[in-house]
């Protein structure tokens, strides 16, 4: 894309007669070829290099390819084990830090919703989309287990994913802590 924008720019550098935007023009030509050159090495600088790391960088990447999976998923799990403690507090601050970390994960949005919650039961709706969104990408990283809790979202059933095989249910908290079984 960039490289179609800097085609278009030296095209109309080529075939304007007015000199003053040919400069104007070739002045951003150039900046832009920088930033094309220089864009890998900032990367890098953020602790992510996406070019050596296999990640292959896709901004707005689907749930089932996200960029940053290991991470996301790591808050991801920190949002689980808040709401099992009925630790609002702690899922909101660990979804916060979800979206802080990629905000263009397909995460992001569910993760930022908890984020906002008012309240615990609300949190825990917006935990379910995010479930839903995260359960794709463990299957594919292969680091969680997908557990299910038939009497969550009231009584339709709802899945959610943890590290340990021990029923840890998000859904209910306190109230039935151990409601649920690994989905096989």
């Not at 039961?121 to 997908?146: C, G, N, W, Y």
């Not at 959610?160 to 021990?166: F, G, H, T, V």
Request: charged letters at 20%; proline letters at 3%; aromatic letters at 4%.
């Amino acid at each position: 894309m960039l490289v179609a924008l800097i085609s278009k720019l030296f095209k109309k550098i080529e075939t304007n007669s007015n000199h003053k935007i040919m400069k104007i023009n070739h002045a951003l030509a150039l900046s832009l070829i920088g930033l094309a050159f220089a864009t890998p090495a900032v990367m890098a600088e953020d602790g992510h290099n996406h070019a050596s790391a296999g990640h292959g960088h896709a901004a707005h990447a689907p749930a089932g390819n996200e960029a940053h999976a290991d991470h996301m998923l790591e808050g991801y799990a920190v949002v689980s084990t808040a709401l099992y403690k009925d630790d609002l507090a702690a899922a909101k601050k660990a979804a916060s830090g979800m979206v802080k970390h990629d905000k263009h994960s397909a995460m992001a949005k569910h993760a930022q919703a908890i984020a906002d919650s008012k309240n615990i039961k609300t949190a825990r709706i917006h935990f379910k989309m995010l479930s839903d969104v995260a359960i794709p990408v463990a299957k594919k990283e292969k680091t969680m287990h997908q557990m299910h809790c038939p009497m969550a979202a009231g009584g339709k059933g709802a899945d959610w994913l943890q590290k340990s095989d021990e029923v840890q249910n998000p859904y209910m908290g306190a109230r039935m802590p151990h409601c649920g079984a690994l989905v096989k």
